[in-house]
């Protein structure tokens, strides 16, 4: 008689080597993960030209910041209309084409010698708008990109190759930063997103059915879907979550060049180096995140998650002594939160991408981000606020309890008891969610 551990191991083998083999599945993975670490550059770039070339304050960078996560307020809109669109392939390579003409503009500004924070503003908000719509057009894209029983195993590696350009890419880009200048730097992830656009040109997958019986208008099909996510015990309890965690880590995301620059006395080039090595807790975050989940449950992994990824902010006000002790709190701070938030957003995403049906992903993705990341503005002009009005130092602790505090909804709901995708499905196909 044949041993079924060992015949199930080797059919999760069979499938995640399916899954490494799949053409369709690869070039998208590749595309992705250029985008990725394009952006990594933008992300140290952006505020870096505000606070370096034009000087601006924490409250000024917390609302350039705030404007970068502005247009996710528009996701529960702009995914209702993305669920009437039959190709959502095209809008993603819209999504890549649209951010790669809007970061262009600011080499060009800088070679003209033009550049101003109106301009910075500008910049933000746009690229926003790219990120709203690729977020919103992708889940549709992602259950027709891979099967249902591989969700973890996709979103594992594609969140280990955004971990590995938070570990490469902040260091590349504080070195190119320093070599060209924060503007031309964001000439690199302006390629970053033609490459990814013509990658996932040449993805084939099957569009979706699209409802073409539901005539209600866009406001009303938009009130439905945040109906959905509301009503839904898995979905509202991941949101409340979710959104609390993006409150207060924004409060201290938005100030954190700006308090290693300014309280830290760290150079661009030290700053990347040391945010690169402590994303290496992303990449060990998608090796344990798996693993974790089927050890201890899928829920009480995304509970862990939640904890690790906000609690170490607490940590950066204990940076002190030689320049080497101070980067190394940073990259000890970044790693902790980088392997955190593996461990929260791989099974995270699995479960909401379980519970979601097909006929409304993009609908509910809108709802889920409209509040999710539409609360980052909040924390960002708050974190400017607080962090003028008690310091930059207390600001960072508060951020740490408050995004912590998370994980109380999630203990008080379903997600919690959650052991797996398959046990997700045992449910309900007893008992309703909604």
């Known amino acids: 008689m044949s041993d079924p551990t060992a015949a199930a191991v080797a059919t999760e083998a069979t499938q995640k080597a399916a899954l490494w083999r799949d053409r369709r599945f690869a070039t998208y993975w590749v595309g992705q993960g250029v985008s990725q ?33 502005a ?26 084409l649209l951010r790669c003409v809007v970061l262009l503009t600011l080499p060009v500004a800088h070679f003209l010698g033009a550049i101003t924070m109106a301009q910075l503003f500008a910049v933000a908000l746009l690229a926003g708008a790219g990120q709203v719509l690729y977020q919103t057009s992708y889940p549709s894209f992602f259950v027709t990109l891979v099967r249902r029983d591989q969700f973890v195993e996709a979103n594992s590696l594609l969140s280990g190759t955004r971990s590995a350009s938070f570990v490469a890419g902040p260091a590349v880009a504080g ?21 990814s656009a013509v990658l996932i040109g040449r993805v084939r997958v ?22 959905l996510v509301l009503k839904d015990r898995y979905l509202r309890a991941s949101l409340a979550c979710a959104t609390t965690i993006n409150l207060f880590n924004l409060m201290a995301g938005a100030l954190l060049i700006l308090f290693a620059s300014r309280e830290l006395g760290l150079s661009a080039g030290v700053i990347g180096l040391a945010l690169g090595i402590g994303a290496t807790g992303g990449l060990l975050g998608t090796v344990l995140a798996g693993p974790l989940a089927r050890r201890i449950g899928l829920g009480r992994t995304i509970a862990v998650g939640a ?51 097909d006929g409304v992903r993009s609908r509910v993705s809108g709802a889920f981000s409209s509040v999710n990341y539409g609360i980052r503005p909040l924390g960002a002009v708050l974190g400017g606020l607080v962090g003028e009005w008690i310091g930059l130092a207390p600001t960072m602790v508060v951020a740490a309890v408050g995004g ?9 709901s379903p997600v919690f008891s959650t052991a797996s995708i398959e046990q997700l499905d045992e449910v309900q196909s007893v008992q309703p969610t909604r």
Do not use: Y
Not at 179 to 189: E, K, R
Not at 219 to 227: I, K, S
Not at 307 to 322: H, M, N
Not at 404 to 412: C, E, I, K, T, Y
């Open 37 to 69: 670490f394009g952006d990594r550059i933008t992300e140290l770039a952006l505020p870096l030209i505000a606070v370096t070339a034009l000087h601006a304050s924490a409250p000024t960078v917390g609302l350039l910041t705030a404007a970068v996560w």
């Open 307 to 357: 904890v690790v990824f906000s609690a170490p902010f607490a940590l950066l006000p204990l940076a002190g002594g030689p320049t080497w002790s101070r980067a190394g709190v940073l990259a000890l701070v970044e790693f902790i939160s980088a392997l955190g938030v593996m461990c929260l957003d791989i099974p995270l995403n699995a479960l909401m991408t379980a519970v979601t049906p």
């Open 175 to 195: 070195g190119l930063i320093q070599a060209v200048t924060a503007p031309v730097a964001m000439l690199v992830d302006a390629v970053t997103f033609a490459v």
């Open 206 to 227: 099957p569009d979706l059915p699209v409802d073409t019986t539901n005539e209600a208008g866009l406001l009303r099909r938009a009130r439905d879907g945040m109906g």
């Open 404 to 412: 912590s505090l998370s994980v109380l909804f999630l203990l008080w």
């Open 71 to 96: 247009p996710n307020l528009l996701s529960l809109f702009v995914g209702t209309w993305v669920d009437h669109q039959v190709r959502k392939r095209r809008l993603l390579i819209v999504a890549d």
